[in-house]
Nanobody
Framework: VQLQASGGGVVQPGGSLRLSCAAS????????MGWYRQAPGKERELVAV???????NYADSEKGRFTISRDNAKNTLFLQMNSLKPEDTAVYYC??????????????????WGKGTQVTVSS
């Protein structure tokens, strides 16, 4: 499974960005997909995950601001980020997993990773 994230950039506090992640390869095996982020000097953390039928789970700090979604027909994962804060600045990674939902182990990571896309929130 190959994953390609895009949509990062520089945005002012309070602004919005929409990240996309295109999946290719053996995507028939993918069940759970998710977004993670890693800020400078910090460990990678889970942002949100979504099952193949649309069930979602979010990190507490992102609830109400971020929305994860996927278009299975187009093999694409999205992350809509609103009300962005400087502390949201990080490299964002999309990931995919063959495990069933709920994926307890997904809090630590998934089997397949894309290259990250930089999100910078700054005035």
């Amino acid at each position: 499974v190959q994953l390609q994230a895009s949509g990062g950039g520089v945005v002012q506090p309070g602004g919005s960005l929409r990240l996309s992640c295109a999946a290719s390869g053996s995507i028939f095996s993918v069940n759970v997909m998710g977004w993670y982020r890693q800020a400078p000097g910090k460990e990678r953390e889970l942002v949100a995950v979504i099952s193949s039928d649309g069930s979602t789970n979010y990190a507490d700090s992102e609830k109400g601001r971020f929305t994860i979604s996927r278009d299975n027909a187009k093999n694409t994962l999205f992350l809509q980020m609103n009300s962005l804060k400087p502390e949201d600045t990080a490299v964002y990674y999309c990931a995919a997993e063959t495990a069933k939902w709920p994926c307890v182990g997904c809090a630590d990571g998934m089997a397949y990773w894309g290259k990250g896309t930089q999100v910078t929130v700054s005035s």
